[in-house]
């Protein structure tokens, strides 16, 4: 926190803040205190355990940090700096982010390597300077209060302020009912905001005078003239070495493994990197549709790891009052569930875990990549065409749980094929469009939420693209939105709550330059996602994991709001209290409870977006 009004940074306040993320680091505490501006930090310690206390001082002593993150090049960085006349006095990452600032100001992030979220206090410019990793896998929230600028983590710490109020932001609520996350810099709390991805925030305490800047963002329009063989040779050269940096630990270290494309790529340049047994996580469920524990104990077989198994019977009511209270704001993704467990298991063996998170926004692994250029072609087909396509698309999907969701999707594909763009992807990624907006809000809600519009929140991204093409403009969008609103919010807090680090090879800013800069075709080739990833893999990974459908980490959420969560559904969203909040059309949510639970109706995914508003609404507001 740092303060305007002149008087001292209030040390209680502080010191209950930083105890209310201790699960972050569980390991110690730190404070730093200078008249109105205040620093504490929880360490979770992987680096230099026993001299990287924070916050830590620059060689002068004017300037402080308190850092959350890991800097993968800090060793050369580090070295760069001793030549242009820097000493240090500790081993830690943290103190090579604090002379990189004395060394080159605003512009520190910009060298860094990493994934990272820190302040910096600099007695000198009497300024405080925050800044967040490039595709935002460390959380930075920040509130502007009357007496001056509070900053922290999680919800949990900024709400401890007394300044800090619990105004509900019904705009956010509106992108939420969207895309079933809140996204930056909007957060469900009017006062609060978050540090976008790739952006510093410069505060002069003085003035109250606060600037935000964005210093990155990958840059599509710039492609590469290079032979598939070369960008083979070059991916593979790439991904190793974001691999090789990861592997910078003092504690033990694993990796989460699925069994898909992307955390069996992990797995593989884990096992030729680190010269020992990699320590691999797998996770399945009793429901078959939903477990991929078979396909990742092959490639576990395959490259010798030390695997762990763990078989879960996914208890929501048990874990949801935990997910709600860390999440801090809506948050409907139900893979928080199985990410929470495999986090809590892994926990138990190592300190620190890699993963694959990234490689489908990187490489074009979704399916939505496909369909965004096919939808180029289908809506200039004759409707009679159109319907035979689809229908037999429809017939081509293989008869299992999954089934019904993949027709859904064949189905909001024929929907979405003629709409432009914007509208098309923003169709594919609602999980409440238009339609049932108008079904479900109230005339209230309206009122609240203002002229929001979320296909004009998506649209600059797709015009940041450069005149890339439709895959290319899809893939930034969702490297800049889908990705840190959503992918890694779910993984941070699901991680850090069991004190585990998560560390992400696929989103390496090197890697995701690097694949920006590969034409679309080397992505996606025809039908095929993640076509050169796939094909350089085949040296390292089973065939049979790399052309396996996609799943995805889900849990069978309408099983269970037909079978054991009906009644918790029920006396949730539709007790007196849920519907009188004015948000909703109460019919509306009965009619969606209602079918669903007859099985008229697959409304899963809407009704648990519901019920995480109301279970925040419940422990948060009210």
């Given at each position: 926190?740092?303060?305007?009004?002149g008087?001292?940074?209030d040390?209680t306040?502080?010191r209950?803040?930083?105890?209310?993320i201790?699960?972050r680091?569980?390991?110690?505490?730190?404070?730093?205190?200078?008249?109105?501006?205040?620093?504490?930090?929880?360490?979770?310690?992987?680096?230099?355990?026993?001299?990287?206390?924070?916050?830590?001082?620059n060689?002068?002593?004017?300037?402080?940090?308190?850092?959350n993150?890991?800097?993968?090049?800090?060793?050369?960085?580090?070295a760069?700096?001793?030549?242009?006349?820097?000493?240090f006095?500790t081993?830690?990452?943290?103190?090579?982010?604090?002379?990189?600032?004395?060394e080159y100001?605003?512009?520190?992030?910009?060298h860094?390597?990493?994934?990272?979220?820190?302040?910096?206090?600099?007695?000198t410019?009497?300024?405080?300077?925050?800044?967040r990793?490039?595709v935002?896998?460390?959380?930075?929230?920040?509130a502007?209060?009357?007496?001056?600028?509070?900053?922290g983590?999680?919800f949990?710490?900024?709400?401890?302020?007394?300044e800090?109020?619990?105004?509900?932001?019904?705009?956010?609520?509106h992108?939420?009912?969207?895309f079933?996350?809140?996204p930056?810099?909007?957060?469900?709390y009017?006062?609060?905001?978050?540090l976008e991805?790739?952006?510093?925030l410069?505060?002069?305490?003085?003035?109250?005078?606060m600037?935000?800047?964005?210093?990155?963002?990958?840059?599509?329009?710039?492609?590469?003239?290079?032979?598939?063989?070369?960008?083979?040779?070059?991916?593979?050269?790439?991904?190793?070495?974001?691999?090789?940096v990861?592997?910078?630990s003092?504690?033990?270290?694993?990796?989460?493994?699925s069994?898909?494309v992307?955390?069996s790529?992990?797995?593989?340049?884990?096992?030729?990197?680190?010269?020992?047994?990699?320590?691999t996580?797998?996770i399945?469920?009793?429901?078959q549709?939903?477990?991929?524990?078979?396909?990742?104990?092959?490639?576990?077989?395959?490259?010798?790891?030390?695997?762990?198994?763990f078989?879960?019977?996914?208890?929501?009511?048990?874990?949801?009052?935990?997910l709600?209270?860390?999440?801090?704001?809506?948050?409907?993704?139900?893979?928080?569930i199985?990410?929470?467990?495999?986090?809590?298991?892994?926990?138990?063996?190592?300190?620190v875990?890699?993963?694959?998170?990234?490689?489908?926004?990187?490489?074009?692994?979704?399916?939505?990549?496909?369909?965004?250029r096919?939808?180029?072609?289908?809506?200039?087909?004759?409707?009679?065409?159109?319907?035979?396509v689809?229908?037999?698309?429809?017939?081509?999907?293989?008869t299992?749980?999954?089934r019904?969701?993949?027709?859904?999707s064949?189905?909001?594909f024929?929907?979405?094929?003629?709409?432009?763009?914007v509208?098309?992807?923003?169709?594919?990624?609602s999980v409440?469009?238009?339609?049932?907006?108008?079904?479900?809000?109230?005339?209230e809600?309206r009122?609240q939420?203002?002229?929001?519009?979320?296909?004009?929140?998506?649209a600059?991204?797709?015009?940041?693209?450069n005149?890339?093409g439709?895959?290319?403009?899809?893939?930034?969008a969702?490297?800049?939105t889908y990705?840190?609103n959503?992918?890694?919010?779910?993984?941070?807090?699901?991680?850090m709550a069991v004190?585990?680090?998560?560390?992400?090879?696929?989103?390496?800013?090197?890697?995701?330059e690097?694949?920006?800069?590969?034409?679309?075709?080397?992505?996606?080739?025809?039908?095929?996602?993640k076509?050169?990833?796939?094909?350089?893999?085949r040296?390292?990974?089973?065939?049979?994991?790399?052309?396996?459908p996609?799943?995805?980490?889900?849990?069978?959420?309408?099983?269970?709001?037909?079978?054991?969560?009906?009644?918790?559904l029920?006396?949730?969203?539709?007790?007196?209290?849920?519907?009188s909040?004015?948000?909703?059309?109460?019919?509306?949510?009965?009619?969606?409870?209602?079918?669903?639970?007859?099985?008229?109706?697959d409304?899963?995914?809407?009704?648990?977006t519901?019920l995480?508003l109301?279970?925040?609404f419940e422990?948060f507001?009210?």
């Open positions: 926190m740092s303060r305007r009004d008087r001292p940074a040390e306040v502080l209950r803040m930083c105890e209310a201790r699960h680091g569980p390991d110690e505490d730190g404070f730093y205190f200078n008249a109105g501006t205040g620093l504490a930090m929880r360490r979770l310690a992987i680096i230099d355990l026993s001299g990287g206390q924070q916050p830590i001082r060689a002068s002593g004017t300037s402080w940090i308190v850092f993150g890991e800097i993968y090049n800090y060793l050369e960085l580090r760069q700096l001793i030549k242009l006349g820097h000493t006095y081993d830690c990452d943290t103190e090579v982010v604090i002379h990189a600032y004395d100001g605003a512009d520190c992030p910009k860094l390597r990493g994934m990272f979220a820190f302040a910096i206090w600099d007695e410019a009497q300024r405080l300077f925050l800044a990793d490039r935002g896998k460390k959380p930075l929230l920040y502007q209060t009357t007496s001056g600028l509070v900053f983590s999680e949990q710490a900024l709400l401890q302020h007394p800090i109020g619990r105004e509900v932001d019904y705009a956010a609520l992108y939420y009912l969207t079933m996350c809140v930056a810099p909007l957060t469900a009017r006062q609060i905001r978050k991805p790739g952006h510093t410069c505060y002069t305490p003085a003035t109250g005078e600037k935000i800047n964005r210093y990155w963002q990958p840059d599509f329009s710039k492609k590469l003239k290079i032979s598939e063989a070369e960008a083979g040779e070059r991916l593979v050269a790439e991904l190793r070495e974001a691999v090789r990861r592997l910078m003092e504690v033990p270290l694993g990796a989460f493994l069994g898909g992307d955390s790529a992990i797995v593989a340049l884990m096992s030729e990197e680190s010269g020992g047994r990699v320590k996580f797998s399945g469920f009793e429901e549709d939903f477990s991929e524990l078979h396909h990742a104990r092959r490639v576990a077989e395959h490259v010798g790891a030390e695997h762990h198994e078989i879960v019977r996914p208890d929501a009511l048990e874990v949801l009052p935990t709600v209270e860390h999440y801090g704001e809506p948050y409907a993704d139900s893979s928080a199985p990410t929470y467990y495999v986090a809590r298991e892994t926990r138990r063996h190592v300190t875990a890699l993963n694959g998170d990234g490689g489908d926004e990187c490489f074009a692994g979704y399916e939505r990549y496909a369909a965004m096919l939808a180029e072609r289908y809506r200039k087909l004759p409707g009679v065409l159109r319907e035979g689809i229908k037999t698309a429809i017939g081509l999907v293989p299992s749980e999954i019904r969701s993949r027709v859904r064949l189905q909001r024929l929907r979405a094929a003629g709409l432009p763009p509208e098309r992807y923003l169709s594919w990624v409440l469009d238009a339609a049932a907006k108008d079904e479900l809000y109230s005339d809600f009122e939420m203002g002229g929001h519009n979320p296909a004009a929140w998506l600059p991204w797709f015009a940041r693209a005149g890339a439709v895959v290319d403009a899809a893939l930034l969702d490297t800049m990705l840190p959503d992918l890694l919010v779910k993984v941070d807090i699901a991680s004190s585990l680090e998560a560390r992400s090879p696929f989103l390496d800013h090197h890697v995701i690097f694949a920006a800069s590969l034409p679309e075709h080397l992505k996606l080739r025809g039908l095929t996602t076509y050169l990833l796939k094909r350089v893999l040296k390292l990974v089973p065939v049979e994991n790399l052309n396996r996609k799943m995805g980490f889900g849990v069978p959420l309408g099983h269970w709001f037909r079978g054991p969560m009906k009644n918790f029920g006396e949730t969203l539709l007790s007196d209290r849920a519907l909040r004015g948000l909703f059309k109460p019919a509306a949510v009965k009619n969606m409870f209602g079918r669903h639970t007859r099985g008229e109706r409304y899963a995914h809407q009704l648990w519901l995480m109301e279970l925040w422990r507001i009210d």
